[in-house]
């Protein structure tokens, strides 16, 4: 229809430049226009005194607006407008087809597969059509560009597409050729992420329109899909570890199913799940235990359900690395007291926490517990940072800030900055706001901004309860069941003094609150501050939950458990290595990347760094690290893991012939999966990738079209055309309608 009434396809139109021919200048034909309008007005008005009294209003107006369009469209006329195009040259340019040639394109819908479709469109005239003006080149396009002499050689058989890194590959390989226009026929499932800017760039510089053709479905009807599964890289042994499980569906919004994660064939835990609305991502936390010590491909999974299209989207695989080194945390209390003795009774399971504590006895005398050599803090709180950094987490009890000398505190302060530990704070009587830590110089690490008073410890009742945040969090989860744990905290015996916290900061997460002399405030506060985190528990009070509950009840020690295993992971040590992916589908390129510290936790760039890779079959190798561009003491390797299969990478730096630190990441190839996922056509990526390059998207029925509009390119060998726009039937009938829209009005109006 549109070229119907313009004459032109609308490439013209959106490609073209419009123009006046007329010999005569544009500025006579403004003063033209502006006196023809002129004069309709002035003749209009001085006929209003003898017109119909309907007319001298507003109907008076249409007349004129009506009458100036229609002598506005004759004088533009008579300067004979056209467009300019640039057209390709007939049968010097070539017209590159890219047929995706991936697994996704042998789904069947309706009986017939998408590669048929595609197939199909193109035997059906489409590349006739384009060979009759054009030079054509086919290619079958997955994870990258091959050349094909026919439409048979395809199979829909690759484990991968790769669109972006195929068209980066058909631009560097025609550089001397006169592309004129590429047309993809895709489903658009590109499993790299999408079009990046370097390939955009090179089809623009060339000026090459792709035109995208799409295939396949935008929403299935009957489909469950999981979009990811949020879980920590690592975990220590026996600890509790959350995943949130992100997933949409369409067909099943109401329906139950049960939502599992497993280790291999082991079933660790799952949970029923009710669909919302179709389309949505939902997302829902799983706990699990982390178990034995090791490296785990844990794989998330929702149940297939009855006329599902796809069951192959509905599990995705996750690398946990799971760590039995032991956790050293020094704990520092200013005076005995119950709460003391609990925490420590707490730890005293756990085999991967060593709580090390000191006990301000008296002004003068300390006593320690769970040291591993007598001369260990012999001489109380670490003085330099050789014998405070190994730990990996600092908690101070009911002690005051001028306990520490200025060179302690900021001893403490690079603990949690530099060397990324962690720090809890607890209520007391010399403690937070009452112990001065407000006015010293470790008030920048706190999570809270303190009150600016003292007395702000209180022996009194208070009540707890989880905010929303902590009722979200592994760290505050007392039972598995979401409702039941925020009633298992509101359950829990009344502590028996609290400290005024103050106001917590704008980057701080308030998990627990206390309601106290009428006021409800934060009991449980965390902050991260550089490379580690903080934490505020604004009670020495705890103690109570244990004598308050029968002697089986563990709720005092789970508390404390999770607490302190939260504090001590996640610190780093002196190296820290890590991948980019540590999922590969369908490609093994990675790259390896250490950070590496010394003793005093200060960047090492003179450090010589090492890869031990291990994987399937006994597979070894040894990688040397280069230092990165960007980072003192950072370093990388580029490496490629050439079989399918789980690698773990032992990462040694040393300084001469001494090691400085030691760490293990863990990756994983995995092919044939990526295809399974995104499977719906990606109309957007193809609609993008068209509009950004001067292309258009077209439907598989519209492809009739396709031959009469690709020639308007300033690609490859181009000729300007111009195009007149007189004799547009458009133009005609824009005429007869403002003409015959007159006479009506008058008609109807009453003034012929």
């Not at 796809?310 to 080194?325: M, Q, T």
């Not at 032992?650 to 300084?655: D, I, L, Q």
């Not at 030691?662 to 990738?689: C, M, P, S, W, Y």
């Not at 039937?729 to 829209?741: E, I, K």
Request: hydrophobic share 40%.
């Amino acid at each position: 229809m549109f070229q119907f009434l313009f004459k032109y396809p609308s490439s013209v139109f959106f490609k073209g430049e419009f123009v006046l021919l007329g010999g005569w200048p544009k500025w006579i034909l403004a003063i033209l226009l502006l006196a023809a309008a002129f004069g309709s007005a002035v003749l209009i008005r001085s006929r209003l005194p003898q017109a119909a009294p309907s007319l001298r209003s507003w109907r008076a107006g249409v007349i004129w607006l009506l009458q100036s369009c229609l002598v506005t469209l004759l004088l533009i006329l008579l300067w004979k407008p056209a467009m300019i195009v640039a057209e390709l040259k007939p049968q010097q340019n070539i017209i590159a087809v890219l047929v995706d040639d991936s697994r996704s394109m042998a789904i069947s819908e309706d009986g017939v597969t998408r590669q048929a479709q595609a197939t199909g469109v193109l035997q059906a005239g489409v590349l006739a059509g384009l060979q009759k003006s054009f030079q054509t080149r086919l290619y079958g396009l997955d994870n990258h560009l091959t050349h094909v002499s026919s439409l048979a050689e395809l199979k829909a058989s690759s484990p991968v597409t790769r669109i972006s890194d195929s068209l980066k590959q058909m631009v560097d390989e025609t550089a001397d050729l006169p592309i004129g226009a590429v047309v993809l026929l895709s489903d658009g499932a590109d499993n790299t992420g999408g079009i990046d800017r370097e390939t955009m760039a090179s089809l623009r510089e060339r000026r090459i329109p792709v035109h995208t053709v799409g295939f396949g479905r935008e929403h299935p009807s009957h489909d469950i899909e999981i979009n990811d599964a949020d879980v920590a890289s690592r975990a220590l042994v026996n600890s509790r570890v959350a995943a949130r499980v992100s997933f949409h569906q369409r067909g099943y919004g109401g329906r139950k199913a049960m939502l599992k994660v497993r280790d291999g064939d082991k079933p660790i835990a799952g949970q029923e799940i009710t669909f919302a609305a179709d389309g949505n991502i939902q997302t829902e936390s799983l706990l699990f235990n982390a178990g034995a010590a090791g490296a785990k491909a844990l794989q998330f999974s929702i149940d297939v359900l009855p006329e599902e299209e796809n069951p192959s989207n509905n599990a995705v695989s996750r690398l946990v690395s799971v760590e039995a080194d032991k956790r050293r945390i020094l704990y520092i209390e200013g005076e005995p007291r119950w709460e003391y003795k609990f925490i420590r009774r707490s730890e005293d399971d756990d085999r991967i926490v060593q709580l090390v504590s000191i006990l301000r006895t008296t002004e003068n005398k300390i006593y320690r517990q769970g040291i591993s050599d007598p001369a260990e803090l012999g001489d109380g709180f670490p003085a330099d940072s050789e014998k405070l950094f190994p730990y990996q987490a600092l908690v101070i009890g009911s002690v005051e800030a001028g306990y520490f000398t200025p060179a302690q505190q900021e001893l403490i302060k690079q603990f949690v900055d530099r060397r990324g530990g962690a720090l809890l704070l607890l209520g007391g009587r010399f403690a937070l706001a009452d112990g001065g830590w407000g006015a010293s110089r470790l008030a920048d690490l706190l999570p809270v901004v303190l009150p600016n008073k003292k007395s702000t410890f209180h022996r009194d009742p208070a009540s707890v309860e989880l905010t929303p945040v902590g009722a979200d969090s592994i760290l505050c989860r007392l039972v598995e069941d979401p409702a039941r744990n925020l009633d298992r905290w509101k359950a829990l015996p009344r502590l028996m003094d609290y400290q005024e916290p103050g106001t917590p900061k704008p980057g701080a997460a308030v998990l627990a609150e206390m309601q106290a002399g009428g006021r409800k405030m934060p009991l449980l506060i965390t902050e991260n501050y550089g490379r580690g985190r903080t934490a505020v528990l604004a009670t020495g009070g705890t103690w109570r939950w244990r004598m308050g509950l029968p002697w089986q009840d563990r709720t005092h020690e789970a508390f404390w458990q999770q607490l302190l295993r939260w504090l001590a992971s996640d610190v780093p040590g002196p190296v820290v290595s890590s991948v980019v992916n540590p999922v590969l589908f369908d490609d093994g390129r990675v790259q390896l990347k250490a950070e590496v510290r010394g003793k005093d936790y200060l960047p090492a760039p003179e450090a010589r760094v090492e890869a031990h890779i291990s994987g399937p079959q006994g597979f070894a190798s040894v990688v040397d690290f280069s230092p990165g561009p960007s980072s003192a003491g950072v370093f990388q390797a580029d490496w490629t893991a050439e079989q399918t299969g789980l690698y773990e990478a032992e990462v040694v730096a040393k300084r001469g012939q001494e090691e400085v630190g030691r760490d293990h990441v863990i990756f994983q190839r995995t092919d044939g999966v990526a295809e399974n996922f995104h499977t719906e056509q990606n109309r957007q990526l193809l609609e993008k990738l068209a509009a950004e390059t001067g292309g258009r998207y077209w439907r598989p029925q519209e492809l009739s079209r396709l031959s009469s509009e690709i020639p308007y390119s300033a690609a490859g060998i181009t000729l300007r055309e111009t195009k007149d726009l007189w004799n547009m039937p458009a133009v005609f009938l824009l005429m007869l309608g403002l003409r015959s829209s007159e006479w009506l009005l008058r008609r109807k109006w009453g003034i012929l």
